[in-house]
Antibody, heavy 120, light 110 residues
Framework: QLQLQESGPGLVKPSETLSLTCTVSGGSINNRDSYWGWIRQSPGKGLEYIANIYFRGSTWYNPSLKSRVNISVDTSKNQFSLNLTTVTAADAAVYYC????????????WGQGTLVTVSS | QSALTQPASVSGSPGQSITISCTGTSSDVGGYNYVSWYQQHPGKAPKLVIYDVSNRPSGVSNRFSGSKSGNTASLTITGLQAEDEADYYCSSYTGSSTWVFGGGTKLAVL
């Protein structure tokens, strides 16, 4: 059974960089049918797609966040990571990492989510 | 990339059926058969209930079904049960391997 677990600071100062890591267990991040991504949910709000990555390094970004986001993968550690620069209060949210099945709209495995607060 | 449009809330009584709509454009919902639906209970991660417009993952009740017409996708839940009370989100492929979600619909089982 695939499991995803987010990790990273729960508090980030305004204008600084938010960095999160997702550790994949129970399966390989090198799976050819898998795309790995980040999705966030602001308090009381809906879901927002942030970015996706394939194990070979191809990346895709939400156009509205693209200038501030970088997603990367470390296959040796079975992890992928998110960096979001110059954060503001609007970036406070629960951040989920997830697996999307290639060639399908299935986002079938999700991490439990990690709450990130932006405050000085 | 604008969020897909969903009703803020829907409600139904146990045993009844409800339908939640998800309206996009020809660049997302209408352009691809890559629409999925997620159920989210408070404090929990979303759970996939429908993918590729009308496919149900293993383990999801057959009371859940999906469809699409033009730029609007729909999720129907029949035989409403108390455990169905949750937030529901649609998602669609937008091209260039990116995705967009709907604003979410709160389902109340009265």
């Amino acid at each position: 059974q695939l499991q995803l677990q987010e990790s990273g600071p729960g508090l980030v100062k305004p204008s600084e960089t938010l960095s999160l890591t997702c550790t994949v267990s129970g399966g390989s991040i090198n799976n050819r049918d898998s795309y790995w991504g980040w999705i966030r949910q602001s308090p009381g709000k809906g879901l927002e797609y942030i970015a996706n990555i394939y194990f070979r390094g191809s990346t895709w970004y939400n156009p509205s966040l693209k200038s501030r986001v970088n997603i990367s993968v470390d296959t040796s550690k079975n992890q992928f990571s998110l960096n979001l620069t110059t954060v503001t209060a609007a970036d406070a949210a629960v951040y989920y990492c997830a697996r999307q099945v290639g060639g399908s709209s299935q986002i079938d495995y999700w991490g439990q989510g990690t709450l990130v607060t932006v405050s000085s | 990339q604008s969020a897909l449009t969903q009703p803020a809330s829907v409600s139904g009584s146990p045993g009844q059926s409800i339908t939640i709509s998800c309206t996009g454009t020809s660049s997302d919902v209408g352009g691809y058969n890559y629409v999925s639906w997620y159920q989210q209970h408070p404090g929990k991660a979303p759970k996939l209930v429908i993918y590729d417009v009308s496919n149900r993952p293993s383990g999801v009740s057959n009371r859940f079904s999906g469809s699409k017409s033009g730029n609007t996708a729909s999720l129907t839940i029949t035989g409403l049960q108390a455990e169905d009370e949750a937030d529901y989100y649609c998602s669609s492929y937008t091209g260039s391997s990116t995705w967009v979600f709907g604003g979410g619909t709160k389902l109340a089982v009265l």
